[in-house]
């Protein structure tokens, strides 16, 4: 995230640029900062430009608070810019918050648990279920913001709203179904109990490439279970963070209850305060696995629990019998959907060799219609939208050289778009061995690598083979490969598909994966249960008191 006048700086850098290559005349520089007479425009906001109404639709203006303890302050932080990654223009202000700030959401977080986990779940879930239908009017407005502020398409954008929608629908049912079991006793007249119970404050540090649905995920299960949610969205998408937190803190205060959901977005210094903090109980953390790594260890330092959503490096694989077409369309998805950034992305494609010279002719000319549909997130035409930062620009820059530089051959794409904003060209690369080291790190931009395996044994040993766990996908007509890739030597993956994408999951399922993914798992099937503490419960209701295992201590 920018500072204000770094971020202004930046938009008109790319505006002077665009300027430079059309061959238009620069009549002035302004401040010494590069500024054409044209760029006047952009002492604008995009909040307070009628194309956008959406954001006032929103409740957000040309500044922003940034911290919700139970009211909206300022924060004692930084002002920061956000930026529209298609054009380089500012979209608005967030004021952030600091520790200090964090230590007041905590203590207003940890007044609201006392009260909130007293509350029967089934009507924890109905203002579960409130959120929800509220999201749903604003699923548009917020789907939009979301494409604006991270860049990824429209319909990627309200699909994300539409994942927070589905998950409080999810955690409806659930309020009135988590239970602990029954268990059979070897004593006489005695049975076991399994209670699960709320932790307290769960703290959520989300991503920029999911900056509404990864919030969601998490604040709906730990609200049903009965805690309350400490949140730091990703430092550059703010807006998506506060335009979602107010949406969530009407239907609280609208029910008069407490903040059982607070909000400090801000820098490094807010995060690490989260993790050091007893008070939060528990932390899920969506990131890199370096930063991951660090979360991990300082949190079980204080013998906290974490959850760890990481990094991916997923495969895709064709077997010799796939279904050509559906694994192309998969592929296709899977390779330059978000461009590419998204953990789920597809980054190795894993062929048969008698498959991959007309898949990969077949994938190139998918990548060079793709070019007719790239544009700003928010227009229609628009398949392909741009990286959501300069820094981003830069890896992909870096990792096409170091893959050039290592033997590998580029398909197509490799180059940075000459257009305002952030726009890379999507890239596929072959001709590198299957465990070059550029190909076992992960690289979040559209960026392929391309391989010719022999047979489905050697498929699966270079999927396994880098470091991360996440996601992976096998197309094939056969029976006997499908199972032998889900089972105990197939896919070392969290998300281990079969005839469909490895990128994208739904709601009902554990999402996460293996390694150094992290182990977490969020949204459905048991992953509620990471949310709370279990206590195993001995009822004796005999008028005896005989010890286990038949020991007598008399």
């Given at each position: 995230?920018?500072?204000?006048?770094?971020?202004?700086?930046?938009?008109?850098?790319?505006?002077?640029?665009?300027?430079?290559?059309?061959?238009?005349?620069?009549?002035?520089?302004?401040?010494?900062?590069?500024?054409?007479?044209?760029?006047?425009?952009?002492?604008?906001?995009?909040?307070?430009?009628?194309?956008?109404?959406?954001?006032?639709?929103?409740?957000?203006?040309?500044?922003?608070?940034?911290?919700?303890?139970?009211?909206?302050?300022?924060?004692?932080?930084?002002?920061?810019?956000?930026?529209?990654?298609?054009?380089?223009?500012?979209?608005?202000?967030?004021?952030?918050?600091?520790?200090?700030?964090?230590?007041?959401?905590?203590?207003?977080?940890?007044?609201?648990?006392?009260?909130?986990?007293?509350?029967?779940?089934?009507?924890?879930?109905?203002?579960?279920?409130?959120?929800?239908?509220?999201?749903?009017?604003?699923?548009?407005?917020?789907?939009?913001?979301?494409?604006?502020?991270?860049?990824?398409?429209?319909?990627?954008?309200?699909?994300?709203?539409?994942?927070?929608?589905?998950?409080?629908?999810?955690?409806?049912?659930?309020?009135?179904?988590?239970?602990?079991?029954?268990?059979?006793?070897?004593?006489?007249?005695?049975?076991?109990?399994?209670?699960?119970?709320?932790?307290?404050?769960?703290?959520?540090?989300?991503?920029?490439?999911?900056?509404?649905?990864?919030?969601?995920?998490?604040?709906?299960?730990?609200?049903?279970?009965?805690?309350?949610?400490?949140?730091?969205?990703?430092?550059?998408?703010?807006?998506?963070?506060?335009?979602?937190?107010?949406?969530?803190?009407?239907?609280?205060?609208?029910?008069?209850?407490?903040?059982?959901?607070?909000?400090?977005?801000?820098?490094?210094?807010?995060?690490?305060?989260?993790?050091?903090?007893?008070?939060?109980?528990?932390?899920?953390?969506?990131?890199?696995?370096?930063?991951?790594?660090?979360?991990?260890?300082?949190?079980?330092?204080?013998?906290?629990?974490?959850?760890?959503?990481?990094?991916?490096?997923?495969?895709?694989?064709?077997?010799?019998?796939?279904?050509?077409?559906?694994?192309?369309?998969?592929?296709?998805?899977?390779?330059?959907?978000?461009?590419?950034?998204?953990?789920?992305?597809?980054?190795?494609?894993?062929?048969?060799?008698?498959?991959?010279?007309?898949?990969?002719?077949?994938?190139?000319?998918?990548?060079?219609?793709?070019?007719?549909?790239?544009?700003?997130?928010?227009?229609?035409?628009?398949?392909?939208?741009?990286?959501?930062?300069?820094?981003?620009v830069e890896n992909y820059k870096q990792t096409v050289q170091e893959a050039v530089a290592l033997g590998g051959k580029v398909e197509c794409g490799g180059k940075v778009m000459e257009r305002p904003g952030f726009f890379v060209e999507p890239t596929i690369i072959s001709n590198l061995p299957h465990d070059a080291p550029v190909v076992k790190r992960e690289t979040f931009a559209p960026i392929v690598y391309t391989f010719k395996t022999k047979n489905l044994q050697e498929a699966i040993e270079w999927n396994n083979e880098v470091d991360q766990g996440l996601s992976s996908s096998l197309f094939t007509k056969n029976i006997q490969s499908a199972f032998q890739w889900i089972g105990e030597s197939g896919?070392?993956?969290?998300?281990?598909?079969?005839?469909?994408?490895?990128?994208?999951?739904?709601?009902?399922?554990?999402?996460?994966?293996?390694?150094?993914?992290?182990?977490?798992?969020?949204?459905?099937?048991?992953?509620?249960?990471?949310?709370?503490?279990?206590?195993?419960?001995?009822?004796?209701?005999?008028?005896?008191?005989?010890?286990?295992?038949?020991?007598?201590?008399?």
């Amino acid at each position: 995230m920018a500072t204000c006048g770094e971020a202004s700086i930046t938009a008109a850098r790319y505006m002077l640029g665009a300027l430079l290559r059309s061959g238009t005349t620069v009549h002035s520089v302004v401040c010494s900062k590069l500024v054409p007479l044209s760029a006047r425009t952009m002492a604008t906001y995009l909040v307070e430009d009628s194309k956008y109404a959406f954001l006032k639709d929103l409740g957000l203006g040309r500044v922003n608070h940034g911290v919700y303890n139970g009211q909206w302050t300022a924060g004692k932080g930084k002002s920061v810019q956000s930026i529209d990654p298609a054009s380089g223009r500012v979209i608005a202000e967030v004021t952030t918050g600091t520790e200090q700030d964090v230590d007041q959401c905590l203590t207003a977080g940890v007044a609201a648990y006392q009260e909130w986990k007293k509350l029967p779940a089934p009507f924890r879930g109905e203002i579960v279920r409130q959120i929800g239908d509220e999201l749903r009017k604003y699923r548009e407005p917020l789907g939009k913001l979301v494409s604006l502020e991270m860049g990824k398409i429209l319909p990627e954008g309200i699909g994300e709203v539409q994942e927070f929608v589905d998950i409080c629908d999810y955690a409806v049912g659930l309020s009135r179904m988590f239970a602990g079991l029954i268990l059979p006793s070897e004593r006489p007249q005695h049975t076991i109990l399994e209670k699960w119970n709320p932790l307290g404050v769960v703290g959520v540090i989300s991503a920029f490439n999911f900056p509404c649905a990864v919030f969601g995920w998490n604040a709906a299960i730990a609200l049903t279970v009965g805690n309350s949610v400490l949140w730091k969205g990703a430092p550059s998408t703010p807006l998506v963070s506060v335009a979602t937190a107010k949406i969530v803190a009407d239907v609280i205060k609208r029910n008069n209850l407490p903040p059982v959901v607070t909000l400090c977005q801000g820098d490094v210094d807010v995060g690490k305060r989260m993790v050091s903090d007893e008070r939060v109980k528990l932390l899920s953390f969506t990131g890199s696995s370096a930063v991951g790594r660090t979360v991990g260890v300082e949190m079980q330092r204080r013998f906290g629990k974490c959850l760890l959503e990481l990094g991916g490096n997923n495969a895709l694989i064709i077997n010799d019998d796939a279904p050509p077409e559906m694994a192309l369309d998969a592929a296709f998805f899977g390779c330059i959907g978000t461009a590419g950034q998204r953990c789920t992305s597809t980054r190795r494609l894993i062929i048969h060799e008698t498959l991959y010279d007309s898949f990969l002719q077949k994938l190139v000319k998918r990548y060079s219609s793709l070019l007719q549909r790239v544009g700003h997130p928010l227009e229609a035409s628009t398949l392909y939208g741009p990286l959501h930062n300069q820094q981003a620009v830069e890896n992909y820059k870096q990792t096409v050289q170091e893959a050039v530089a290592l033997g590998g051959k580029v398909e197509c794409g490799g180059k940075v778009m000459e257009r305002p904003g952030f726009f890379v060209e999507p890239t596929i690369i072959s001709n590198l061995p299957h465990d070059a080291p550029v190909v076992k790190r992960e690289t979040f931009a559209p960026i392929v690598y391309t391989f010719k395996t022999k047979n489905l044994q050697e498929a699966i040993e270079w999927n396994n083979e880098v470091d991360q766990g996440l996601s992976s996908s096998l197309f094939t007509k056969n029976i006997q490969s499908a199972f032998q890739w889900i089972g105990e030597s197939g896919s070392d993956c969290g998300i281990v598909n079969i005839n469909t994408s490895p990128s994208g999951a739904e709601i009902g399922g554990a999402f996460g994966g293996e390694k150094h993914t992290g182990g977490g798992r969020e949204s459905g099937s048991d992953a509620w249960k990471q949310y709370a503490r279990r206590s195993t419960i001995t009822v004796n209701h005999s008028s005896d008191l005989p010890l286990a295992q038949g020991i007598v201590f008399e």
